[in-house]
């Protein structure tokens, strides 16, 4: 019952880490360091909350705040509550409560309009449940991804890669790739320029590069940020940017040269990639959003490694019945979302 339910907050990074690793698959979302990023490059500040039912821990979540000169706060949960189990439906449903909680908090109590994307696996009974509360529900934006088990030993992963995937593998292992690690902030720049220049070319908005390098910064273990390229014959012709945290690492920036993609450079950036981390002792490695309508071509290639696909339930809204709030959900429905 959310009557029983309170948030404690957690000031420490060592504590909050060490609750992180009591759960499964952490979206990268949910790190200190995402928090002191997006801190530093945009202006959220992160709360983050240790959650108790009747004095028994049962999760955590890393809220963000920000305020709106003239209009008052919001907040946004991205990929939380995370929860202490590893029974899919106990976490469903203990999450559906958490959230339940947090509107009760935010929106009845404290009238600040309340954006919530939960951790909780595509379903219709907790959708349901939400917007009978109050939620408004964007069923369309559903953040769908894949996760590959990097405790599997190599020859399983290996084996596990589809046929197609697998001898694209082989043709670029055998034309003489060579890989270059280069955390440097010439390798950093040399990528975020690409990177750039591929979101102009492909008219789409990834997460900003100044996000990245405030993601970069916070980071302490430099080991968990790596910059990786293919080269051939000494020249760059695919890059990507892959971030660990906690136990799981995340696929962040691609980039593939018209050579890239004649030499299947992405096919051996990512096998070195999922190698390179499975060393490092990382569980589980997520390859970022697939969409099969936005981008098919990208979702087929990562689909090809053999890992497991997911799908959360979406994104959730309330407001409380406030002018402002009315202001602030206006300026949504305006797709200017980012903005605020």
């Not at 108790?52 to 999760?59: F, L, P, T």
């Not at 490694?305 to 019945?321: K, Q, R, V």
Request: hydrophobic share 40%.
């Amino acid at each position: 019952m959310i009557d029983g339910i309170r948030m404690i907050t957690v000031k420490n990074k060592k504590e909050w880490n060490e609750l992180l690793f009591k759960c499964e698959k952490v979206s990268i979302l949910q790190t200190w360091e995402y928090g002191e990023a997006k801190q530093h490059a945009e202006g959220w500040t992160p709360i983050r909350s240790l959650i108790n039912d009747e004095n028994k821990s049962i999760g955590i979540a890393q809220l963000l705040v920000k305020k709106i000169p003239l209009l008052g706060e919001i907040v946004r949960i991205n990929r939380a509550p995370l929860i202490f189990s590893k029974d899919s439906k106990v976490c469903s449903d203990i999450s559906v409560e958490i959230v339940q909680f947090l509107y009760h908090y935010w929106v009845i109590q404290r009238k600040t309009p309340l954006f919530v994307a939960p951790n909780i696996m595509d379903g219709e009974t907790c959708a349901e449940i939400l917007t009978q509360i109050g939620f408004g529900h964007n069923a369309e934006n559903r953040w769908a991804s894949i996760t590959i088990d990097l405790f599997l030993d190599e020859t399983t992963l290996r084996k596990n890669l589809h046929q197609k995937w697998r001898n694209l593998l082989n043709k670029s292992e055998k034309v003489g790739l060579k890989l270059e690690m280069d955390n440097s902030e010439d390798g950093w720049s040399f990528l975020m320029s690409k990177y750039n220049q591929l979101m102009t070319e492909k008219n789409f908005s990834g997460t900003s590069e100044r996000l990245l390098r405030e993601l970069r910064n916070v980071t302490k273990d430099a080991s968990s940020v790596q910059v990786m390229f293919a080269c051939k014959d000494g020249e760059r012709i695919g890059g990507i940017l892959i971030i660990g945290c906690v136990n799981t690492c995340h696929y962040i920036v691609g980039w593939n040269s018209p050579e890239g993609r004649l030499f299947q450079s992405n096919y051996f950036l990512l096998w070195q990639a999922v190698l390179i981390f499975k060393k490092m002792g990382f569980h589980w490695f997520d390859l970022g959003g697939i969409n099969e309508k936005l981008t098919p071509g990208i979702t087929h290639f990562k689909r090809g490694i053999g890992g497991e696909g997911y799908t959360l339930m979406g994104e959730f809204e309330a407001f409380p019945d406030t002018v402002s709030s009315l202001i602030i959900k206006l300026i949504v429905k305006l797709k200017l979302r980012k903005k605020v």
